[in-house]
């Protein structure tokens, strides 16, 4: 199923469970000194954060359509709103980081990013439809939750090294 294909999810459902999810989203962002901006009328999230390692500004973007029946669809954004290649983080690792989201093609690939799935041109087909992405790929990454998305996000973004060339 595509983004197109969630027409079967009224886009009400979708605007009220991003209206239920915000204030856990706005806590997460205020406790991380993250800027978040979560606008239902586009379906979309948008974070700022500084990486932690080259002190420059990364923007992740989030198009919700379809959630939570479908993962978002996540990217990395230079401040012109394009996702040229030297937006994206570099992979790293470290303690609790065994395998980045962050990948060179460049996709944050974790089953709860739309784009990480081959029907988006992204390596996973083995992860099943998009509508089993709470359920895809046990032995990876976990986030049910908006929240839950960002924080992994800057979990592995503290592991990065710098940003992509």
Known sequence: MSAAGSEMLPEQVTRAVMAGETPAVTAWAERHQWRVRVDPDSQTLTAVTTHPATNTLVL???????????????????????????????????????????????????????????????????????????????????AHTLADMLNTLRLHLAASPGMAS
């Open 60 to 142: 992740f973007h989030a198009d919700l359509t379809g959630y939570p029946a479908l993962p978002p669809a996540w990217t990395c954004r230079d401040d012109q709103g394009c996702s040229p290649h030297d937006a994206f983080p570099l992979a790293g690792t470290g303690p609790v980081i065994t395998g980045s989201v962050f990948h060179p093609n460049p996709v944050i690939c974790a089953p709860w990013n739309r784009l990480a799935y081959s029907e988006h041109s992204g390596p996973h087909a083995d992860w099943g439809g998009l509508t089993e992405w709470k359920t895809a790929a046990p032995a990876s990454t976990r």
